[in-house]
């Protein structure tokens, strides 16, 4: 096994160092109009373009390289380049600015019962002595970090805050007030003079504390402002921490004791408007039109062959038409051959091969499926999206053992420096697929790494989980769930609502997300989606999972496969019966 480390690391660190440069191009709009005179720079190459009249632009740049887009009075842009990047046709927002006077209207604002509600989903929130606080709507700066930031096994509060904050410094010897202390205690600083005082699950105590345990903490806020900490009086002149313990604080359930669904809240009725697939349908290319309207497997090869003389250098007429072929007529020998005769197309595209073996995964032919993954493990090493397809696809073939290994690879990376303490969401999902491995698969050949979580609050979820994955990270879509009661949720998966979370997603190497799905409603779950396109002129393959029963020794998978093309509006994808199955919309 220490081969195999060595080896992985080495070939990942050879690639890394490994930059090519090319030429990009694309175009700059607001949504509609070109822009011209927007700025585009390579971030510490002091290499800079702009666009022209109508909005194109040109520039050359390596894989890693950030590209940074600017325009007075726009909402700037950071984009990675990837190894795939050729074409980034870029929108961009007006800025919106912030005024120092702002009157809020009641229903802009939440209400200190739908914070206490939204607590569990989502991060931005902190209970404090005075009720609760959104980071994302206060006037003043709140600086935040929760449970998932925290290292297994990190227990060293005072080194918690010194490390993670910008600008706190944490003293010995200090006491409240600035004087000597007896036994050396401990003070933090977040402005110059005064100690802060600390709100620990809505007490306040002006001493450290000691006490914490850090794998207890939920959140932790820093509010240094004197404008922030008013409520506290001249006690916390010094800024205030305030403290979210897993044990201290306690969040609203339904009467079977699951958090309380915020979509039952909202005034958000879905109208069933989401196009189906048959009207997604008109607009196909003309190639696939023709081949579903072919009433026989002859016509349809005739269909296919004359438009081979037109199509056959792009990879999605490959796709769709092995694809028609092997799910519409079962003619397994005559897909593969497409497959085989066009592979030259994917051979070298990490993203293109990620398409296919979503394909495959969905068709069950896992063996197929994972060569497509471990040649996209090989093209990207660095990525950590890489090792979760590899290890699942393992399981795929019922090898647990070879799975487990992938897995522990990852976290050696992680453990060796050699890849960024992951603070990301990705770090729960492959902490979750880890976990789930070793409980059903009795996979106990390998030691749980040290980098990796194996407590999680909700482990013991034995419900229904669905997990999306996406083959290009460029893709931005809003994701819509339904429940059984006609109320929705959206996730907006763009760079005008979540920029953060996106290049969060490129700079770490994955594209996926997680929802887990309680037994508080019966029925009927849909998701529908509103692809805005991966600024380029191709689609996006969207990957289903649901697992139902998650955990259990129940436990089983469905997995659909969707190609994005249609954009801006809102198309239906599945339903959901929970305990059922999937039911294509």
Known sequence: MKKHFTFIASFFMIFSGFATERLISGKVTNGGSPMPNVQIQVVNQGVASNSNAD?????????????????????????????????????????????????????????????????????????????????EKTSYSLRMMDAEDFLPGEYNFENVLRGRFAGVRVSTGMGFGGGNTVGGARAVFLRSGWPAVFDIDGQVFTDFPDFIDVQNIDRIAIIPSAVGTVRYGNLAKGGVVVINTKTGTTIPKDKNGLYLDRMRLRNNTYDGTALTKEKVMNNAPTYLKELQGSSTFEAAKASFEEHSKKYSSSPYFVLDSYQYFYEKWNQKDYADTIIKNGYVLFQDNAVLLKALAYIYESQKRYDLAHEAFRNAFILRPQYRQSYLDLAKSNRNLNNAKRAAVLYARYFHLLDEGLMETDTSSFSRIINREFNNLLTLEKTDMIKSPTNMKMEMDDEDFDNTRLMLEWNDSEAEFELQFVNPDNQYYTWKHSLQENAKTIGQEKDFGYSCAEYLIDNSLSGNWKVNVKYLGNKSLTPTYLKAIVYHNYGSKLQRKEVKVFKLGTKNVNQALFRINKGASISLN
């Open 55 to 135: 909005g194109s632009y040109k520039i050359v740049a390596s894989t890693g390289d950030m590209l940074f887009y600017n325009a007075e009075g726009m909402e700037s842009l950071q984009i990675r380049v990837e190894d795939v990047t050729k074409t980034l046709n870029v929108v961009m927002f007006p800025r919106v600015e912030k005024l120092e006077n702002v009157t809020v209207t009641r229903n802009r604002r939440n209400s200190q019962k739908e914070l206490e509600m939204d607590y569990h989903h989502n991060p931005n929130i902190i209970k404090t002595a005075f009720g609760y606080l959104n980071k």
